[in-house]
């Protein structure tokens, strides 16, 4: 058997974008491949969680967990990685803060599946058919995972040694995030692993941010065409920056879109917070009603200031089963 070391990814929840990051490494991707054993990665290899099972306690060097988690099986192969992994690292926004599947906090399952299945247009089911946890077919019983009410981060399940946001995370933040583990280089237990400042500290757009921004009204990018040079929040233009934490390197930025801020915050800072009272900072309120015509024309602030982070948010979730 090798004795190098052993290397987990596991995908709950998400959009398989944090999957698409280890891909993404390249020809580094040999490197890791060189360096450690891949014990457990169902998206890319024929692995059964029999496999994982029959591994000894604290035998997997380091577990990569991304996505948020929302069923019964999510949360079991959850605990099971982290019963048989030495470090297990938080991938990516859905799994450090709930991300975009976490926006379905908002609802419940009811309400969900009544619009997925029964009430969306471009739906034809008659017979009102929704997915069931359990149902028998041919004399046999059929069973789905649990799908929970509440979509959770990972460390509402999990202990989590490291966290690595993004959607997804950068291939250069897994690479480092990989030698480091393997090196025994990683910081305090709980550490971000990720530069604790905002995203503008970096921006290149900083230099034709003036002194004082302020604005009168917020635009949408479908009704503007915006300056590529000049800062978004000084054209009106919603961009997470001040409240996002930095290391993506702004590649949105730099297509001329504003962040969203899938970093998530700096520090313990409320995202959404934080970002909110940026924005009160700089309105030009001459007149009562001022601040609520520019906050009216924000058409799902919700969705705008939380985006990614709403389970780690102020806002929580009132419904958590666990």
Request: proline residues 7%.
């Amino acid at each position: 058997m090798s004795d190098k070391p052993k290397v987990a990814f596991y995908w709950c929840a998400s959009c398989g974008g944090c999957e698409e990051t280890v891909i993404d490494l390249d020809e580094k991707i040999l490197d890791v491949v060189a360096a450690v054993d891949i014990v457990f990665w169902p998206c890319a290899m024929d692995m059964k969680y029999s496999d994982l099972k029959a591994m000894d306690d604290g035998e997997i060097t380091v577990s990569f967990i991304n996505g948020a988690v929302r069923t019964s099986e999510q949360e079991h192969i959850a605990k099971l990685l982290r019963r048989k992994s030495a470090t297990v690292i938080a991938f990516g926004s859905c799994a450090v803060m709930g991300g975009i599947p976490a926006l379905a906090n908002l609802k419940n399952k009811k309400d969900i599946f009544e619009r997925a299945y029964l009430d969306s247009p471009t739906n034809v089911n008659p017979g009102g058919v929704v997915p069931q946890e359990e149902s028998e077919v041919d004399g046999y019983k059929l069973t789905l995972p649990e799908f929970f009410d509440t979509v959770y981060k990972l460390d509402d399940v999990i202990d989590v040694d490291y966290y690595m946001p993004g959607c997804p995370p950068t291939p250069e933040n897994l690479a480092n995030a990989v030698q480091s583990a393997l090196e025994g280089f990683l910081p305090a237990k709980g550490s971000v692993l990720l530069p604790d400042k905002s995203l503008c500290v970096s921006c290149d757009r900083n230099e034709s941010k003036p002194d004082d921004i302020t604005i009168s009204q917020v635009y949408r990018l479908t009704e503007v065409q915006a300056d590529p040079e000049k800062c978004f929040l000084a054209q009106g233009i919603i961009c997470m920056g001040p409240a996002t934490r930095d290391g993506c390197d702004y590649p949105c930025i730099k297509g001329n879109m504003p962040c969203t801020g899938c970093f998530g915050p700096v520090s313990e800072a409320d995202q959404g917070a934080r970002m909110i009272a940026s924005i009160g900072g700089i309105i030009n309120a001459e007149k009562e009603g001022d601040i609520a015509d520019v906050v009216n024309n924000i058409p799902d602030p919700a969705g705008t200031f939380y985006r990614y982070s709403l389970s780690s948010s102020i806002l929580g979730n009132q419904r958590k089963e666990k």
